[in-house]
């Protein structure tokens, strides 16, 4: 399953690796505007793209090196100007979480098929591709309809005022309103929509903050020794926490708090410390793009 | 959208690029069919930018048409005109010239008909739709159609329309920037709500004045 | 209004006194004529008293009939038919079916030009985050928020809310075991994309349904 990308006979798809220019677009349908394009060892094209070849498991998972994806996405986020494009921007961080969900589950040692962990193990990854391609699908579908929200808008259905002789055919209106209640109205119609809350809270999946994760990680990291990131998970049983762990550790990155080290590809992931000033405020601000 | 390139082909708003000349009778057609207000000939010979005798012409041709007893489209000399003589149909339809304007009516043939399918759409109570967004102009009056949408957060023309037939509210003036109908309510409203003036609506919050803020129009 | 007498004449309203019985077609053009939404053909039927199936034959004539392709007008046994093959006049305006109904549309090419005569209201568009959320109602309706965000793996209440106020989606039922509110689509949405129903949407991969196999589907 895991197929090297170089290897890959790719049948009615253009190469991955060596084929910088060919259009996202032409391939799964999607943006026509120059979006956000990765370049890495083993791919360079439109993220979209480098996300269907995922999907198709053209590309394994573990090749691809996320760091570099999300350098470029950093970079990429700070030449953003326009409210479209930070739309785009948002959609990436839905997409990474699901990527660094996947890469995790691609990383950890798979083995033979020995225990129900392993086997729950692969389950996951399937339903992350699974995940991962449903997103992609409304992403498209939503396209659709964008473009007829678009053309409708522009047509003009007959609507006119009904004609002085039909109106008095209408039932007499019977008008029940006090003054009272009609201010009530008023004061209902003008008041800004207050947020309905209704407490899914028990509906959903117990929260892992990123916040908390990094916390963590750095009071290891603070100690001085460079660590691995498969020490940094050991012993985690729940792959929320893997996973914001990881997002953590990535976040801290981004603020220049550590630094990556990585001898080769799959190969062993070292974190150590690099930041020259921390105080535990820099933490309050950490993975603030995840709140929602 | 699409390139137009450097000719100068569009000449009137009968050309539109990338499709065949629109038929002058067609294109007033289209105008009338969704014009709200009686269409006065200087009023549609600009909009179609053709002299005014043309218009005249052609909206003979659309009465006779709709009549049943001829047919419409600008005579043309390209191709042999065979039908002129066809028995047209006379439509649900006509085309009456009332108030210094053309406007399309239901035929009178067709009154009770239309009367009762009205009557059995309409209800004798307002929809909660209907009762806030007169409570927004009874506040706000005198309002715009786009400031009461940006309020209500949803599109109210039809519920405007609603409002307007039911006589409960009126337009009361046009904003003289943007030129859109401001709108304010009637005599009739306050009777119905048992006061004489809008000046006795209770108060309500201040905080609510500017009917804007906080509102994520998305 | 009408006195209408003791007499029994009356058997549909087609049949009015004092004149020919009304043709089904005009008849339901008249109603068209005049209705501000889409009028579903069980709704035509009722007004005019005729069986849903000659409704809708009646209906596909007229649509031929403005599209100037075919006549319109019951078939009739009375008269010889000698005009049924008449190319007729593809009017500037056309039947459509959005939203659960028909509804009379200026004709595509018209719009540019009778743009400039509406007051247009601009809506503002919906931002990427809220057309997502649509789509996943949409395909995957009745669903629950939990449910939304779950496939869209953030948090979509606000979005949801936004969705609710433009009146595209609504509260369509309640989840028997969690109590949770189930959302859908509404009419509005199929008018406001052109489409008459949820199975005109386009067709997405079958592998949503159980969220497996089928990779190479894409």
């Known amino acids: 399953m895991a197929r090297s990308p170089e290897t890959v006979p790719v049948p009615d798809e253009r190469a991955p690796g060596e084929t910088p220019a060919l259009d996202g677009a032409a391939v799964d349908g999607s943006d026509e505007a120059p979006g956000f394009r990765v370049a890495l060892s083993n791919f360079e094209g439109p993220f979209d793209l480098l996300l269907s070849l995922i999907a198709k498991h053209e590309l394994d998972i573990t090749e691809v090196s996320l760091s570099a994806v999300t350098d470029e996405f950093i970079s990429y986020l700070r030449g953003l100007d326009s409210a479209e494009e930070l739309d785009r921007a948002s959609e990436f961080l839905v997409v990474a979480a699901t990527l660094l ?12 098929l020995v225990d129900a962990e392993d086997v729950a193990l692969l389950e996951a ?12 699908a409304f992403k498209e579908a939503s396209r659709w309809f964008a473009a007829h929200l678009e ?31 009609f201010a009530a109205l008023a004061t209902l119609a003008l008041t800004p929509r207050a947020v309905p809350t209704v407490g899914l809270d028990h509906l959903h999946a117990p929260l892992v903050s990123i916040r908390e994760q990094a916390a963590h990680v750095v009071a290891v990291l603070r100690r001085g020794e460079p660590v691995t990131f498969r ?8 792959r929320g926490v893997v996973v ?34 921390w105080s535990d405020e820099n933490l309050e601000s950490l993975g603030a793009d995840y709140d929602e | 959208m699409q390139d137009r390139g450097p000719e100068l082909s569009i000449v009137t708003p009968l050309d539109v690029p990338g499709q065949a000349q629109l038929d002058l009778d067609r294109a007033l057609e289209a105008i009338l069919f969704i014009a709200d207000e009686p269409q006065g000939v200087v009023q549609l010979a600009a909009a179609v930018a053709r002299p005014v005798a043309e218009v005249r012409a052609a909206i003979a041709r659309l009465v006779a048409d709709y009549d049943g007893t001829g047919t419409s489209g600008e005579p043309r000399t390209d191709i042999a005109e065979e039908e002129a003589s066809a028995r047209g149909i006379r439509r649900g339809f006509e085309l009456r010239e009332v108030g210094g304007g053309w406007r399309f009516y239901v035929r009178a043939e067709y009154d009770t ?8 759409q309409s209800s004798s109570k307002l929809s909660q739709a209907a009762l806030e ?41 046009t904003d003289a920037e943007t030129g859109a109908i401001l709108y304010g309510t009637t005599d009739l409203l306050l009777t119905n709500i048992g006061i004489n003036s809008v000046d006795e609506l209770p108060h309500i919050s201040p905080l609510l004045d500017d009917g804007q803020g906080g509102f994520d129009l998305d």
């Open chain 2, 133 to 173: 967004t007169l409570a927004v102009i009874a506040y706000k009056q005198p309002i715009s159609r786009p400031s009461i949408a940006a309020i209500r957060a949803v599109n109210v023309d039809s519920v405007v329309r609603t409002l307007l037939g039911r006589g409960l509210i009126t337009e009361v003036d």
């Open chain 2, 113 to 120: 008909l239309v009367a009762d399918f009205v009557f059995t």
């Open chain 1, 101 to 112: 969900d996947l890469k995790v589950a691609g990383l950890l040692p798979q083995g033979e």
């Open chain 1, 125 to 136: 990854r399937d339903l992350l591709f699974a995940r991962l391609l449903q997103y992609r």
């Open chain 1, 231 to 238: 020490e940094l998970i050991a012993g985690i049983g729940q």
């Open chain 1, 151 to 181: 053309s409708e808008s522009l047509r003009h259905p007959r609507s006119v005022r009904l004609e002085e002789r039909f109106r008095r055919r209408e039932p007499e209106l019977r008008w029940t309103l006090s003054a009272e209640d």
């Open chain 1, 244 to 277: 914001a762990r990881f997002l953590a550790v990535l976040e801290l990155y981004r603020h220049s708090a550590i630094g990556f080290e990585q001898l080769e590809p799959l190969g062993e992931l070292t974190l150590r410390w690099a930041a020259e000033s």
